[in-house]
């Protein structure tokens, strides 16, 4: 990221190139920003890194194989708990400190527009865009409608109910674009503030792995989406989507 000083007329102003470290601050403030800065790797990143490229994907397989991953998560040990503080407490501080820092920040993209300067830019608002898209799929997915939890089958149904319309369907489109760009860049922010990839070759090496993670994972989203919508509407009810398992079952 670049930054400029402004100094007085007559003076000769100085712009620097580089990337700025991690702010020290002081006391909570320091803290917080550490915190905020490692729950966007860890868990934040790591689940959203195993919802596209493993759960997700599944759907490629078709209704049953997205049943199975969902029943599997669903049952795990402590599952309400590991939710709770492995994914929806550290996504909602992760978020909403992510809104403060942005609030307090100074942007100047559009004063001092290098490369460096529009990506940060860009790493914000993909961040409110993946907040939002991120709490209407679980508000809709988990507390409307049919329990997945309880009722796996019923699953792909209720994913399909909302990629089948088009202005949802872009909507995920944009989150899940928004979602894989703040989490790939994330990753090079990180390693960069954090001191883990120094010097300049490294850091473009490095950047331009993330870069290519980003379309990985950009990629297998967009390729689980087309499966939902490609397939027959599958049913949005427990009876019915179980059902349908259990005549499939037998017919084999």
């Keep these: 990221m670049a930054s400029a000083s402004s100094t007085a007329p007559g003076v000769t102003q100085t712009v620097t190139h580089g990337f700025a470290p991690l702010r020290a601050g002081q006391g909570i403030s320091f803290l917080l920003r ?13 689940f959203l890194f195993e919802h596209i490229l493993i759960s997700n994907s599944t ?5 049953e194989a997205y049943a199975r991953q969902v029943s599997f998560l669903a049952n ?8 709770l503080f492995g994914i929806w407490v550290p996504i909602a501080f992760h978020g909403l400190y992510g809104f403060y ?20 830019t860009a790493q914000r608002w993909t961040g409110g865009i993946a907040f939002a898209y991120i709490f209407w799929h679980v ?14 089958m019923a699953s792909f149904g209720k994913v399909q109910h909302e990629v089948f ?18 989490f790939s860049y994330g990753i090079w922010l990180f390693s960069a503030k954090w001191g883990i990839v120094s010097g ?17 994972l950009t990629g297998a989203g967009l390729a689980s989406l087309t499966s939902f919508r490609s397939r027959p509407q599958q049913p949005t009810e427990a009876g ?13």
């Design 76 to 83: 795990l040990p402590l599952v309400f708990f590991l939710e």
């Design 200 to 216: 300049e070759k490294a850091r473009k090496r490095f950047l331009a792995l993330c870069l290519a993670l980003f379309f990985v």
């Design 59 to 63: 759907a490629i397989s078709g209704p």
């Design 139 to 152: 508000w809709t997915m988990r507390f409307t409608g049919v329990d997945l939890h309880a009722s796996p």
């Design 165 to 182: 319309q088009t202005p949802l369907f872009l909507f995920y489109v944009a989150g899940l674009i928004a979602a894989s760009w703040h």
């Design 240 to 252: 019915t989507a179980a059902m349908n398992h259990k005549s499939i079952t037998e017919s084999r």
């Design 34 to 46: 550490r915190l905020h800065s490692l729950t966007g790797i860890l868990p934040v990143g790591a």
């Design 101 to 120: 820092i942005w609030y307090r920040g100074d942007g100047n993209s559009v004063a001092y527009p290098w490369t460096g300067n529009w990506m940060y």
